[in-house]
């Protein structure tokens, strides 16, 4: 059952966009649409979207250049190739570069449903809504946007830092990078912006949190990668 998934399609041919974008509506799922590599690659670093459909020869921006930003960017974003190009080299490229599946055109929608159901169900960013987030000393209760310890007292949390610890609490364990915060919580392009401000974010959250000092153990600094939430903080 699809629910409530988003899927991103890169297509140039209209009608075999429209055709997918046809089907996979029918199958439940919500879709974003592109015609070309350009608006196809601000669509995947700025759409919230649980899997890509990426064809490769796209005009503006080829599609291996697109998975790649992709996998620099959202390296969980689960990919799917959709390409003419059957060739052996072709299909070990977009998988080398982080591709999840491929389909070689032409292709029938019964195998494009069935392989979108097996990336999305075995990706590990499977979107999840949390309302609530304990840890030792009390709960964030997200959808208050509020923290309150065991001692009875308090403390608001802004939006942001809301949705920070939100996305950290749907991806346990997981180094994200501060550009993937940027891109997924901040919604914005992280090229050229300073990410000192998720820093600041992360320290405050740490201590609202009773995290802060030199040996936090819930929200955890990963050298040369960023943040992540310990599994069993």
């Known amino acids: 059952m699809a629910g409530k998934r988003t899927i991103l399609v890169i297509e140039d041919d209209a009608a075999i966009r429209r055709g997918v974008v046809d089907s996979l509506k029918f199958e439940g799922y919500a ?3 592109a015609g070309d590599g350009e608006t196809g690659l601000r669509h995947a670093l700025q759409v ?6 990426l064809d490769l020869a796209l005009p503006k921006i080829p599609g291996l250049d697109i998975l790649r930003e992709i996998r620099r960017v959202r ?4 990919v799917i190739i959709l390409t003419a190009m059957g060739g052996e080299k072709d299909r ?5 570069l982080g591709a999840d599946d491929y389909v070689v055109k032409p292709f029938s929608i019964a195998e494009l449903s069935a392989r979108v159901e097996a990336v999305i169900r075995r990706s590990p960013e499977r979107p999840a809504d949390v309302d609530a987030f304990e840890f030792p000393g009390g709960v964030a209760d997200l959808a208050r946007c509020e923290i309150r310890y065991d001692r009875g007292e308090r403390v608001e949390l802004s939006e942001r830092e809301r949705e920070l ?5 749907v991806n346990p364990g997981r180094a994200i990078s501060r550009d993937e915060i940027l891109q997924r919580v901040w919604r914005i ?3 050229g912006i300073s990410t000192r401000t998720i820093d600041m974010h992360v320290a405050r959250l740490r201590e609202k949190l009773g995290d802060s000092g030199d040996e936090p153990r819930i929200l955890l600094t990963v050298r040369g990668k960023g943040y992540m939430l310990a599994e069993r903080p």
Do not use: M, Q, W
């Not at 390296?75 to 689960?78: A, E, G, I, S, V």
């Open 75 to 78: 390296p969980t974003l689960p």
């Open 189 to 191: 392009d992280p090229r």
């Open 31 to 33: 879709i974003h649409e």
């Open 92 to 96: 070990v490229a977009g998988l080398k």
């Open 165 to 169: 610890l939100r996305y950290l609490v």
């Open 48 to 53: 919230d979207c649980d899997l890509v459909l």
